[in-house]
């Protein structure tokens, strides 16, 4: 198993930033990738952002250009860089990894953290 410790969240006006962070624990001796995932009310899953051990990442269109993933290995952190947001980027913002290439259907997932883009 892998735990979580997850940061963050918030209350943002539109056009704001918000940083999240994340570290894990547990069994990551193996872990390969991790991400965040997000979901919104009466929507699905969606994965945000993730990066591999190795440094590489991916994003969803809807938030290329705006989030940054990275990453502190030394810490088994993960950082999600959330800038220029909008109300639909309101959502719980979940904090994942895997052994494998990330997944909103596979892995591990953390309980969530709030946020909230309102003026």
């Known amino acids: 198993q892998v735990q979580f410790v997850e940061s963050g969240g918030g209350l943002v006006q539109p056009g704001g930033s918000v940083r999240l962070s994340c570290a894990a624990s547990g069994s990551i001796f193996s872990i390969y990738a991790m991400g965040w995932c997000r979901q919104a009310p009466g929507k699905q899953r969606e994965l945000v952002a993730a990066i591999t051990w190795g440094g590489s990442s991916n994003y969803a269109d809807s938030v290329e250009g705006r989030f940054t993933i990275s990453r502190d290995g030394a810490k088994n952190a993960v950082y999600l860089q959330m800038n220029s947001l909008k109300p639909e980027d309101t959502a719980v913002y979940y904090c994942?990894?895997?052994?494998?290439?990330?997944?909103?259907?596979?892995?591990?997932w953390g309980q969530g953290t709030q946020v909230t883009v309102s003026s």
């Open positions: 994942g990894a895997d052994h494998g290439p990330l997944s909103v259907v596979k892995g591990y």
